[in-house]
């Protein structure tokens, strides 16, 4: 009996975790490309993870919400310079044209994540689920890289 619990829990903690196994994504007409976020240094309680989402699709679609259980919360946001001061502000809802691609990148536009449950240490992973107004949801497998990263590793 002990054996056949520990056998279900393994089978459960698979099947939760298949969607995170992944590195890139696709939804319909859309693909998630290389999702990752820099670790956080201390007690930070914010980090960032980017992207990149290409829509291949017949429409034009929008990023309506953001999900995962390492934040508090999780919205996107946007880098200005204005009078030599760098700002961040929430965006709202973001397009992604048909045809086109939306990169979320250091010094750009980015997830962010408040209220950090723990640090995001370099060589994990965790879930984010995105939320489009047409595809629908997806969850995705975030890679936790070093904390100076610049940028994608991809070519």
């Known amino acids: 009996m002990k054996h056949i619990a520990t056998l279900t829990m393994i089978i459960v903690g698979l099947i939760f975790t298949a969607p995170v196994l992944a590195q890139d994504a696709t939804l319909g007409g859309l693909t998630i490309v290389d999702p990752w976020a820099r670790a956080t240094i201390g007690k930070a309680r ?25 934040a508090r919360k999780a919205v996107i946001h946007s880098i200005e310079m204005s009078s ?30 408040m209220g950090l449950q723990e640090p995001l240490r370099e060589g994990e992973r965790f879930p984010l689920t995105l939320t489009f107004e047409k595809a629908g949801s997806i969850t995705l497998a975030v890679t936790v890289r070093h904390f100076a990263a610049k940028r994608s590793e991809r070519p």
Do not use: F, W
């Open 84 to 113: 030599g001061v760098m700002k961040m502000r929430p965006t709202g809802p973001v397009a992604v044209n048909q045809g086109g691609t939306t990169a979320l990148q250091p010094g750009g536009l980015h997830v962010m994540l």
């Open 46 to 70: 914010a980090g960032a993870v980017y992207m990149t989402i290409v829509n291949n699709g017949d429409s034009d679609d929008r990023v309506m919400a953001i999900e995962t259980p390492v």
